[in-house]
Structure formats: C-alpha cells, structure tokens
T-cell receptor
C-alpha cells in the first residue's frame, strides 16, 4: 500500500540552527501539507502546497519557514533558525484531490527537538 | 478558526457507545474525522460533505448539521482498538486546508 514517508524520524538540533525535514508524498497525489503537533496537543496546520506553490499558510508559518518541492518526489520543510518552541512532531500529509474530495494520508512524522 | 470538540476525554467499557462532538463558528464545506494512537500518525476515519455525502469507516458513523456547523462521531459497541485520540478537522470558508480541533481522548477498558 502506498504511503507517505518522512525523514528523519527524530532530529535534535541546537537553537538557531537550520533544519530540513523531508517527505516523499504518495506518487499520484497533487496536494501536500505540513502539520505540527506539540507533545500531547492538537495537530496544527502549517502550510499547503499545490502546483509548485503555497496554497495556504497559517500564522505559525512565518518567514523562518519555507517549503520546496526540489524534484518530482520530495517535499521539504525548512526552518531557518530554530527556536525552543519549534520542538514538536512535524507531520507531512498528501491527498489526491483537494480537502473535500477525500482523506489526507499522513506520514509517521519527524520529531524535532530544539535544545 | 479552530473547531471545538467535546468531551475532552471519555472512558468506556468494551461494548459501550460514545458520541464525540465538533462545532465551528464558521460555515463549513466538509468535516473530517481522524484517530491517532499514541506515537503514531493520524489515520482517516470519515469525511462528511456539505450536501450529505459521507465516505468512511464501516463501523463508525457520523452526522453533519450544516446549518449549525456541527458534526458528531458515533462509536457503537466500542472495542479495545477504538482507544486513541479523535480529531475532527474542518474545511471552512476561511481556510480550505483542514483545521483540527483539540482532540478527544477515548479509552476503552476491558
């Protein structure tokens, strides 16, 4: 069964360092998303991406964040200068069509710990 | 705007029923329900669309009141495997990507 894969599964970094989280969405999906979840809390929307550009972004997704689809398969989230409060589980998701057409498939997540 | 879920937590015995509610202050195009087990990614359960169409799980049902911007998830004859945190996600006029509620932690005991 096709799945969304994310790397790394866990990354520990020092405050102020740059981090890149990588995702390989399901191959025939057109919409890509990043969500994050601080331990034990709700799943928060960061950004959606379609047709090689950002569709929507939340207030969390400030200038420190960027997304890219550098080739036909990878979808990356970059955090330029990490802060302690960026510590969270970051989930990538993809969908075949837009939100009201079906489910989001989530990857297993990348746990980011900022020290 | 984040949807509001209730209750925050519920404990059931196997075989009992539960209802989880989700409401929004904005008009909605669709409501999704996901279940997340500890340490795992959210998994899709159901989508309810404006106009009444539903797609999802065989043993779990849900309703969507478009006028009240509310949805309810019905878990009947609960099994141990139903334990987890249930999130509703709403697609609304303000934001089309899913916005998730704060979750309802469900624990089913033998």
């Amino acid at each position: 069964e096709p799945e969304v894969t994310q790397t790394p599964s866990h990354q520990v970094t020092q405050m102020g360092q740059e981090v890149i989280l990588r995702c390989v969405p399901i191959s025939n999906h057109l919409y890509f998303y990043w969500y994050r979840q601080i331990l034990g809390q709700k799943v928060e929307f960061l950004v959606s991406f379609y047709n090689n550009e950002i569709s929507e972004k939340s207030e969390i997704f400030d200038d420190q964040f960027s997304v890219e689809r550098p080739d036909g398969s990878n979808f990356t989230l970059k955090i330029r200068s990490t802060k302690l409060e960026d510590s969270a589980m970051y989930f990538c998701a993809s969908s075949r069509g837009f939100t009201n057409t079906g489910e989001l498939f989530f990857g297993e997540g990348s746990r980011l710990t900022v020290l | 705007q984040q949807p509001v879920q209730s209750p925050q937590a519920v404990i059931l015995r196997e075989g009992e029923d539960a209802v989880i509610n989700c409401s929004s202050s904005k008009a909605l195009y669709s409501v999704h329900w996901y279940r997340q087990k500890h340490g795992e990614a959210p998994v899709f359960l159901m989508i309810l669309l404006k106009g009444g169409e539903q797609k999802g799980h065989e043993k779990i049902s849900a309703s969507f009141n478009e006028k009240k911007q509310q949805s309810s998830l019905y878990l009947t004859a609960s099994q141990l495997s139903y334990s987890g945190t249930y999130f509703c996600g709403t697609e609304g006029t303000g934001r089309r990507a899913l916005t998730f509620g704060s979750g309802t932690r469900l624990q089913v005991q033998p």
